[in-house]
């Protein structure tokens, strides 16, 4: 029972019994590849969240190892993201100035809020909570953050000092401040823009038909990055570019992740718990999507809850070791799966990885322009746009459209963090919206067999006498006073009817609102001369309403198929045809 539970809580001791030589080789060879991907990705994030580059590497270490830990996927790449590293800023930019001290406590407070908020969802086994965010919601925001992060990087592309947190505000502040863009400055950042386009769509192809194997040719496809940053760094020094106003990352710390403290102060927790909240949810969201995916890939699985545990002590972990929050990044891991990762041990082994970057790469990054770092945030972050689930929400649903079209321009227009919270509202009133409005069929029999479908569909048999109803729908509180308004239009003017049967083959539960409803049903069909009925009821359902007296009050009876009830009460029936389709 320990060894079960201890497995259950600390994964690592589950995979790590069959670890062998050639999991060794396939996951030291990944772990090369994510690390080479990582080293210009996590300088990138740091500068999009507002904070020094350092801060990216080493949110990008202990992490990783934690979540090697206690996480269950074998090949989920944790670390700072796009979307997080931008609700970081739009979060901690309200309560401190960037580039003080202040600003970066904030963040390590962050980290930690989100990740104690994650450790205890994943205790609790409150993963759950998640799902009450939509995909096209969570597709929406994502898309619309894309679009805010590449806009953002502009004036770095630029050259100049535009601000904003709203697309609106930001493209007023570039157009402002567009006569003082810098050359130099523009020629790095639309060369090294273009380089990595052309890096991730037509590198590799160029390679292979040269000669190159496959996997070296993959390899030198993902270090496409780290040429940018060599080839505009060594531009920078060569010729003396800062002289002409090319900004660049300068100084960054020669050393291990540090010990650092978050903030305890009730005030700034207050401040931040909100939007660490919400960092968490999202951060969840995005990492456990991604890791069902490879999972399933490799016909393995993934325990949700448990992912909370890994997630919670990856951000606890960056928050005490100089970190901001982290999560599972879609680009990386998906680099990690096709480069032959077999177990988290990967993970650890690109922290190795990142720490020697720390240790003895840093000088070297001194003269590093920003408006590279920033092309690499465009290349990223342009690969999670997509508009399409406007024209397929449209298509399919245009409730779930309307969502997702809210969503987006709220984030666009009002900023992050008003945008995923009206993506979370969304989502929620949409399934209440839904939910409150059940669908409701009435139904006929099928000629020459024993099922019963929609009058408004198929050609089925009905009789005057018996009025047969299908509710597609558990019923509680929200949607309880819907079916008896249904109800009442449809059976209270019918002279000709004498009985009524709900059937009740999709009603998963029915709580003590619905419970009273079902009552008024049956009294006042009662006073109309008509009886109520049942079918096909569930059984946990039925021991609910036997706790009742609602059923001892019930005017029919309760039949185990609806195709008894129809021989039983109206065993002569006459042909229905179709009316519309409903």
Request: hydrophobic residues 50%.
């Amino acid at each position: 029972m320990f060894s079960s539970a201890f497995r259950r809580y600390l994964p690592v001791f589950d995979w790590g019994r069959s670890y062998n030589k050639h999991s060794f080789s396939n996951d030291m060879i990944a772990a090369v590849i994510v690390t080479i991907m990582l080293i210009p990705q996590s300088l990138a994030y740091a500068l999009l969240a507002g904070l020094p580059p350092e801060m990216g590497l080493y949110a990008s270490i202990l992490p990783i190892v934690l979540y090697a830990i206690f996480g269950t996927s074998r090949v989920l790449a944790v670390g700072p993201v796009a979307v997080v590293s931008l609700m970081t800023a739009a979060s901690i930019g309200q309560i401190a100035e960037a580039g003080t001290a202040g600003y970066a406590i904030a963040a390590l407070t962050l980290a930690m809020l989100s990740g104690g908020i994650l450790l205890l969802m994943g205790v609790f086994k409150l993963g759950f909570l998640a799902n009450f965010l939509s995909h096209p919601v969570i597709a929406g925001f994502i898309t619309a953050s894309g679009v805010l992060i590449a806009s953002s990087q502009l004036k770095h592309i630029l050259g100049v000092n535009a601000n904003g947190h709203t697309l609106i505000e930001i493209a007023v502040s570039i157009w402002e401040h567009l006569g003082e863009t810098n050359l130099a400055t523009f020629v790095i950042g639309v060369s090294a823009t273009l380089f990595l386009f052309w890096v991730r769509k037509g590198m590799k192809p160029m390679l292979q038909n040269m000669g190159v194997k496959a996997r070296l040719a993959d390899v030198l496809t993902k270090a496409g990055p780290v040429a940018a940053v060599v080839v505009t760094t060594a531009a920078v020094w060569v010729f003396g570019l800062t002289q002409s106003g090319v900004k660049i990352v300068g100084a960054v710390p020669q050393s291990l992740p540090p010990l650092t403290m978050p903030s305890f102060s009730g005030e700034l927790v207050s401040a931040l718990f909100v939007p660490a909240l919400l960092i968490s949810i999202i951060g969840f969201v995005e990492s456990v999507s991604v890791a069902q995916t490879l999972a399933a890939k490799k016909r393995q699985r993934i325990d949700p809850d448990q992912e909370l545990i890994g997630l919670g002590a990856a951000n606890i972990g960056a928050a005490f070791t100089g970190g901001y929050p982290v999560t599972g990044g879609f680009a990386r891991s998906v680099v990690n799966f096709d480069a032959g990762a077999e177990t988290p041990a990967a993970g650890a082994y690109t922290a190795v990885g990142l720490a020697i970057a720390a240790l003895f790469l840093t000088p070297l990054i001194f003269f590093l322009p920003k408006a590279t770092l920033a092309a690499t945030i465009i290349v990223a972050v342009l690969s999670l746009v997509d508009f399409s689930i406007l024209k397929d929400s449209w298509r399919y649903s245009k409730a779930d459209f309307s969502a997702v079209a809210a969503t987006i321009l709220l984030t666009l227009g009002l900023g992050v963090e008003t945008g995923v919270s009206a993506g979370v509202a969304m989502s929620i009133a949409l399934y209440l919206f839904k939910t409150s409005r059940p669908h409701i069929a009435e139904v006929g029999l099928v000629s020459g067999t024993e099922h019963f479908r929609n009058i408004h569909r198929h050609e089925v048999l009905t009789s005057p006498e018996l009025l047969t109803i299908r509710v597609d729908e558990s019923l509680y509180f929200a949607n309880a006073r819907f079916l008896e308004d249904y109800v009442y239009d449809r059976a209270v003017d019918d002279a000709a009817l004498k009985h009524v049967v709900l059937q009740c083959a999709a009603v998963n539960e029915v709580d003590l609102s619905a419970l009273e409803s079902l009552e008024a049903i049956n009294l006042r069909l009662h006073d109309a001369g008509i009886k109520l009925h049942l079918s096909e009821v569930k059984g946990p359902v039925m021991d609910r309403l036997q706790r009742s007296h609602f059923l001892d009050e019930l005017t029919g009876k309760v039949y185990l198929s609806q195709y008894q009830a129809q021989e039983e009460l109206a065993p002569v029936c006459t042909s229905q045809k179709a009316q519309a389709s409903a």
